[in-house]
């Protein structure tokens, strides 16, 4: 149990608009990093910014794609391949974010084979899940979570299930302000965890990060954190602020 080492990611989707503006929020999240206990931090920029991102880090953080295509290389203009995020330095892939589920169609096979393409290059996917509101509101949001379990890891064993960090977002806590209690995310945690039991194995489901994500604040992570089978935070709005972010790298124990 001990063995799953906290991870906050921050997602900074479209932003910022220039290579500077990413440059100096890397440099300012990556000393907030030196302060920080046993965490790990990564960061997701857009794609054209992950080098110079790396780069003002310094080593202190580790850095992420926001998505991928899954044909390696080829005619698909627009497109980035996992080999193109692993041969920079990525260590993580966001697989199925919301935004991408919704805004432009991304579909649980084309999720399926994305997180297939990421494991193949060595690199660990943040699978995304999570219910609409409303799901939500039709007390939906562990069934959902199920069935989006089932299609999108179709395929993927038990020792690669170790290296997937599983993201539970309700989308109505996305970019929203409202924050799922911790009760209520512990209670969908500890269900994706024992669903993941049942695919895999206890033993498995126990090494499986699991990481919170909706309008996580500095005001919200501490109780977020103090929860069992919250492992991580991923984190939108609050990350392209270095104070802010800071904060939630650095959350009270
Ligand atoms: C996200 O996009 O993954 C996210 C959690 O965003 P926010 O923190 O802004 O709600």
Redesign the pocket.
């Given at each position: 149990l001990d063995a799953r080492k906290p991870l906050i990611a921050g997602?900074w989707?479209e932003n910022p608009c220039t290579v500077q503006e990413a440059e100096a929020l890397a440099s300012e999240v990556a000393e907030a990093t030196k302060q920080a206990g046993d965490v790990g931090v990564v960061v997701i920029p857009p794609y054209p910014f992950l080098v110079p991102v790396q780069n003002a880090a310094s080593g202190a953080l580790m850095i992420g794609g926001q998505n991928c295509y899954f044909e390696e290389k080829g005619a698909y203009t627009g497109a980035v391949s996992t080999a193109m995020l692993s041969s920079v330095g990525c260590t993580y892939v966001?697989c199925g974010?919301?935004?991408r589920r919704t805004v432009f169609r991304n579909d649980d096979n084309a999720i399926n084979r994305k997180l297939r393409a990421v494991l193949d290059h060595n690199m660990m996917p943040i699978l995304?899940i999570g219910e609409s509101k409303e799901e939500y509101d039709a007390g939906l949001n562990k069934a959902v979570c199920a069935i989006q379990l089932s299609k999108d890891l179709k395929g993927v064993t038990g020792e690669e299930m170790k290296r997937i960090v599983v993201?539970y977002?309700p989308v109505w806590?996305?970019?929203?302000g409202l924050t799922a209690t911790p009760e209520i995310a512990q209670s969908v945690h500890d269900y994706i965890r024992g669903y993941l039991a049942k695919m895999y194995s206890r033993e498995v489901a126990d090494e499986v990060i699991i990481q919170y994500?909706?309008?996580?604040?500095p005001d919200s992570v501490d109780a977020l954190m103090a929860m069992p089978d919250i492992d991580g935070a991923?984190?939108?709005?609050?990350?392209l602020d270095g104070a802010k972010f800071g904060r939630i790298i650095n959350y009270k124990k």
């Open positions: 997602n989707k966001l974010h919301s935004e995304c993201a977002e806590a996305i970019g929203t994500g909706g309008s996580v604040t991923l984190v939108g709005g609050a990350s």
